[in-house]
């Protein structure tokens, strides 16, 4: 008998009910906050997922970079660069001046 009272409701209606609504509505409250709060950390693990993705995108942009760079700076690069421009090496050595100091 008690398990049909249960199932039709009835311990929300009889006197001491306002003592259950209040259980009720408190166990409410927690899912909401429980729902709420796993809904925040899923979001937070899809944008740390993001992030991490978009870090390595430009890692491998900033390598990708470097290694065009490194290129562009070598000499023989430089060398066919300025040809077309009617540049080159010099024939001569570079000389080496020596600056002495009279107040020795």
Known sequence: MKFYKLLKGGFLTDEGAFK???IILFVVFL???MITSSH???QKVMQIAKMNKEMKMLKA???DSGTILT???MESSVR???K???LGSS???PTKIKVTSKYN
Do not use: F, H, Q, S
Request: charged share 35%; net charge positive.
């Open 61 to 63: 942009l900033y390598i």
């Open 71 to 73: 290129r562009m700076k």
């Open 20 to 22: 259950n609504w209040r």
């Open 91 to 93: 024939k001569t050595p």
């Open 40 to 42: 925040n950390a899923d």
């Open 31 to 33: 899912l909401l906050c």
């Open 80 to 82: 066919e660069k300025v």
């Open 84 to 86: 077309g421009e009617g």
